[in-house]
């Protein structure tokens, strides 16, 4: 299928990897299915109950990916259900998103509900990035909630981004840990103006030997606000460290709200936050190389968020 200028300009920001129309991919464009494929070992099947889709990854799966974007072009709003059935021994990498482009005067909003079904001793990356841009009025809004539930033995890596553009975000995730089962988050956030994003994740360790890593960087702008709000349940023997950092600009507002909670005397979780605005030495040294102050700022945080 053919795609504008439009669309692929926000597909070239929002996936990462590449989007290409090969092998496991589905592009949902104005709340419409518009193109998909499957592979070999990855079937994607459109759902008949509610809108979304049914990704079954096999664990023949090695090293594999599948593009699953999502791209809004008009003002509404869309609500999409996503299922992941992730077999045993699968390795594969999800790359999703959602990109705005807004140029009207009404609200465009996309929700995102994300359930991902990990078997045992698999290997998961999920990927997702959310951008919004156009010179339009009316409010660019998403709102994903992900439910991811990784089996014994198995690892899941997290990388969720907000690029920038976006006017409110309240982000809800739920993860349950089986059995020596590993998690990984890495989140980055950036508002600016008049920008709102709230973060909710619930991390339950349920298994013994289980273990996670949640680490949190954003930046805020502005008259932004952001709230974080970790919180790690300890049921068995377990590991969990999340770390919050962020930078403070402007008359933005930042809180990190952090909840640990040990049901097992050898739960060990730890929490570690950080607040504070850039630093004026930085500033100085990179100055010295011939970059206004603006440069210099943008020079620090690229680095920081990465």
């Known amino acids: 299928m053919e795609l504008n200028n439009v669309t692929n300009d926000v597909l070239n920001v929002i996936d990462s990897y590449g989007f290409k129309q090969e092998g496991a991919y589905n592009l949902r464009l104005n709340g419409m299915a518009v193109c998909h494929g499957d592979s070999r070992h990855i079937q994607i099947v459109k759902k008949e109950d509610q809108p979304g889709i049914d990704i079954h990854i096999s664990g023949e799966a090695k090293n594999e990916q599948v593009h699953i974007p999502v791209v809004m072009t008009e ?24 990109g705005i482009h807004g140029e009207g005067c009404s609200e465009t909003r996309h ?75 890495t989140e980055k956030l950036m508002t600016h103006e008049a920008q709102s994003a709230v973060s909710n994740m619930d991390v339950v360790l349920k298994g013994e030997n289980s273990s996670a890593r949640i680490i949190s960087r954003s930046v805020a702008k502005g008259t932004s606000v952001q709230v974080f709000h970790p919180r790690a349940i300890g049921e068995n023997p377990c590991h969990a460290h999340v770390q919050c950092d962020s930078i403070i600009m402007d008359q933005a507002e930042i809180s990190s709200i952090p909840e640990i909670n040990a049901k097992h005397v050898d739960a060990q979780i730890v929490h570690e936050a950080a607040i504070g605005r850039i630093n004026d030495e930085q500033l100085i040294k990179l100055r010295t190389f011939g970059l206004s102050e603006e440069e210099a700022e943008s020079v620090i945080i690229e680095n920081f968020l990465k």
């Open 75 to 98: 003002a509404g709003v869309d609500v999409v259900y996503n299922d992941f059935y992730i077999e045993d021994g699968a390795d594969v990498t999800i790359v999703a998103g959602c």
């Open 111 to 185: 929700d995102g509900i994300h359930t991902f079904h990990v078997g045992k001793n698999a290997n998961v990356k999920y990927v997702e990035n959310h951008y919004a841009d156009g010179n339009g009025t009316g409010k660019k809004v998403l709102n994903p909630v992900t439910k991811i539930y990784v089996g014994e033995g198995s690892m899941f890596t997290l990388e969720t981004t907000q690029i920038k553009g976006v006017d409110s975000t309240k982000r809800e995730n739920y993860i349950e840990l089986a059995e020596n089962a590993k998690l990984n988050v």
